[in-house]
């Protein structure tokens, strides 16, 4: 559509001739900019430098995983991508074009989202892209510069509206009135301040929210886990709380379990589990009995669902 109607409008408009610079693409010399431009001038302002770096580091890094999150979403084979391998690259990647004098640089969601609806199937349509727009940057700059940005701007509009389309708000109502809360303060103070401003809120609230529902606050960050195994039956039993902030150690102890036996995750004795674990949980579920085992969730016949969605965070009913 950009090269059919926004092109030929802004040029038979006159646009790049007429208008202000801003209104169309500008690479420039794009060849000519590129030289070793490294410079450690920032350490005389320590607490500025310090504060830029793990600022572009974070939102950078919070920025890729949140993407991967989405395509992944979005993937029709429900594959999982290699969050490690994402950041080593975009790391590697931010490191060399630092030192030639670019921008820092994140898993695109935009491109991302393109290639998964338009049929892409394996990491190739990303070598593709990358490769097709890297020919166009050099011997198409021209060409390049004759589109507007106003007509980058919708592409961008148009994906994030698929990508938060009001049918996901409506979606996370159902899951729970909360997650529907931390939803709506992520994006406001994402819009409002920043990435990293919005996803500490939301953290923040769904920590809250977690230890007025239950969860004890000692259990938030590590959750007691027992493993035993008996012949081919392994037993993983949680206490007090399984919640997103305390994932990690449950997931390690789960993927620790070689593929082909019966494993049995015992949430018994959980106060509180919360939604996303029981989402990352029946992921892991449907990736180990493909794998040829068996994988079931047990113990939470106690514990009242608080909405009617069948992945909705659970509090243990008091006795």
Same mark, same amino acid.
């Given at each position: 559509?950009?090269?059919?109607?926004?092109?030929?409008?802004?040029? *038979?408009?006159?646009?790049?001739?007429?208008?202000?610079?801003?209104?169309?693409?500008?690479?420039?010399?794009?060849?000519?900019?590129?030289?070793?431009?490294?410079?450690?001038?920032?350490?005389?302002?320590?607490?500025?430098?310090?504060?830029?770096?793990?600022?572009?580091?974070?939102?950078? +890094?919070?920025?890729?995983?949140?993407?991967?999150?989405?395509?992944?979403?979005?993937?029709?084979?429900?594959?999982?991508?290699?969050?490690?391998?994402?950041?080593?690259?975009?790391?590697?990647?931010?490191?060399?074009?630092?030192?030639?004098?670019?921008?820092?640089?994140?898993? =695109?969601?935009?491109?991302?989202?393109?290639?998964?609806?338009?049929?892409?199937?394996?990491?190739?349509?990303?070598?593709?892209?990358?490769?097709?727009?890297?020919?166009?940057?050099?011997?198409?700059?021209?060409?390049?510069?004759?589109?507007?940005?106003?007509?980058?701007?919708?592409?961008?509009?148009?994906?994030?509206?698929?990508?938060?389309?009001?049918?996901?708000?409506?979606?996370?109502?159902?899951?729970?009135?909360?997650?529907?809360?931390?939803?709506?303060?992520?994006?406001?103070?994402?819009?409002?301040?920043?990435?990293?401003?919005?996803?500490?809120?939301?953290?923040?609230?769904?920590?809250?929210?977690?230890?007025?529902?239950?969860?004890?606050?000692?259990?938030?960050?590590?959750?007691?886990?027992?493993?035993?195994?008996?012949?081919?039956? *392994?037993?993983?039993?949680?206490?007090?709380?399984?919640?997103?902030?305390?994932?990690?150690?449950?997931?390690?102890?789960?993927?620790?379990?070689?593929?082909?036996?019966?494993?049995?995750?015992?949430?018994?004795?959980?106060?509180?589990?919360?939604?996303?674990?029981? =989402?990352?949980?029946?992921?892991?579920?449907?990736? *180990?009995?493909?794998?040829?085992?068996?994988?079931?969730?047990?113990?939470? +016949?106690?514990?009242?669902?608080? +909405?009617?969605?069948?992945?909705?965070?659970?509090?243990?009913?008091?006795?």
């Amino acid at each position: 559509m950009v090269l059919i109607v926004a092109m030929p409008l802004a040029t *038979y408009y006159g646009f790049k001739q007429a208008g202000p610079s801003y209104l169309m693409v500008k690479l420039g010399n794009f060849l000519g900019s590129i030289h070793l431009n490294a410079s450690m001038d920032g350490f005389q302002h320590t607490g500025i430098f310090i504060k830029y770096v793990i600022m572009f580091a974070l939102v950078g +890094s919070l920025e890729s995983l949140l993407t991967v999150k989405a395509i992944d979403m979005l993937d029709p084979y429900k594959r999982k991508s290699d969050t490690n391998k994402d950041l080593i690259a975009v790391g590697v990647g931010n490191t060399l074009a630092a030192l030639l004098g670019g921008l820092p640089m994140i898993s =695109e969601v935009a491109r991302s989202s393109a290639n998964v609806s338009s049929g892409a199937k394996t990491r190739w349509a990303n070598f593709f892209h990358a490769t097709f727009i890297l020919t166009f940057v050099l011997l198409a700059t021209p060409l390049i510069e004759m589109i507007p940005n106003a007509a980058l701007a919708a592409m961008l509009i148009t994906v994030g509206i698929k990508l938060a389309h009001p049918k996901e708000f409506v979606q996370t109502f159902k899951i729970g009135k909360e997650q529907l809360a931390i939803f709506l303060v992520t994006i406001f103070f994402t819009l409002f301040e920043d990435l990293l401003v919005g996803i500490a809120a939301g953290i923040a609230l769904k920590l809250i929210l977690h230890v007025m529902r239950g969860a004890p606050f000692s259990a938030l960050f590590k959750a007691p886990i027992e493993v035993s195994f008996e012949g081919d039956e *392994y037993l993983v039993s949680i206490e007090k709380a399984a919640v997103f902030s305390n994932f990690i150690g449950i997931k390690n102890k789960l993927q620790e379990i070689p593929p082909g036996f019966n494993v049995t995750v015992d949430l018994h004795k959980t106060r509180f589990v919360d939604h996303s674990v029981l =989402e990352n949980l029946h992921h892991i579920q449907h990736d *180990y009995e493909h794998s040829g085992g068996r994988f079931q969730i047990i113990g939470l +016949s106690d514990h009242k669902p608080i +909405s009617a969605h069948t992945l909705a965070a659970r509090r243990k009913n008091k006795s």
